[in-house]
Nanobody, 121 residues
Framework: QVKLVESGGGSVQSGGSLTLSCVVSGSIPTSACWGWYRQAPGQARVGVARIERGGGGGYGTFVKGRFTISKDNAKNTLSLQMTNLKPEDTAMYYC???????????????RGQGTQVTVFS
C-alpha cells in the first residue's frame, strides 16, 4: 500500500504563491508516475503537473509557466510551487503516484487526502 500526505494549502490573494508538498511512503511502485491534480466542487479532476521520465515537469495548458513540480527522491517527496495564483486555481489539490498518471489520466487509486487551495481576488 502507498500512503500519500499532502500539505501546504491555504488561502491567498490573487497573485500570491503557495508551495504544496506530498510525502509518499509504503510500497511505492517503481514504474508509476508522480503528479498533482486538482478538483473543484462539482467539477472533474484536472491534471496539473507530472514528473516526466527525464525528470522535468509536464503541465496542464492552464499552468502557463506559473507552477513548478519537483521531486526529492531521497525523501520521497513531491512538491508543487505555485506562483501568480488566480481565483480559478481554487480547488482541492491531490498528489498521486499511479500508473494512470503516466498517461495523464487522473482516475487514480494511489492519492492523498488533498490540500485545499483558495485564491481570493
Amino acid at each position: 500500500q502507498v500512503k500519500l500526505v499532502e500539505s501546504g494549502g491555504g488561502s491567498v490573494q490573487s497573485g500570491g504563491s503557495l508551495t504544496l508538498s506530498c510525502v509518499v511512503s509504503g510500497s511505492i511502485p517503481t514504474s508509476a508516475c508522480w503528479g498533482w491534480y486538482r478538483q473543484a466542487p462539482g467539477q472533474a479532476r484536472v491534471g496539473v503537473a507530472r514528473i516526466e521520465r527525464g525528470g522535468g515537469g509536464g503541465y496542464g495548458t492552464f499552468v502557463k509557466g506559473r507552477f513548478t513540480i519537483s521531486k526529492d527522491n531521497a525523501k520521497n517527496t513531491l512538491s508543487l510551487q505555485m506562483t501568480n495564483l488566480k481565483p480559478e486555481d481554487t480547488a482541492m489539490y491531490y498528489c498521486a503516484v499511479d500508473h494512470a498518471v503516466c498517461s495523464w489520466l487522473w482516475d487514480v487509486q494511489n492519492r492523498g487526502q488533498g490540500t485545499q487551495v483558495t485564491v481570493f481576488s
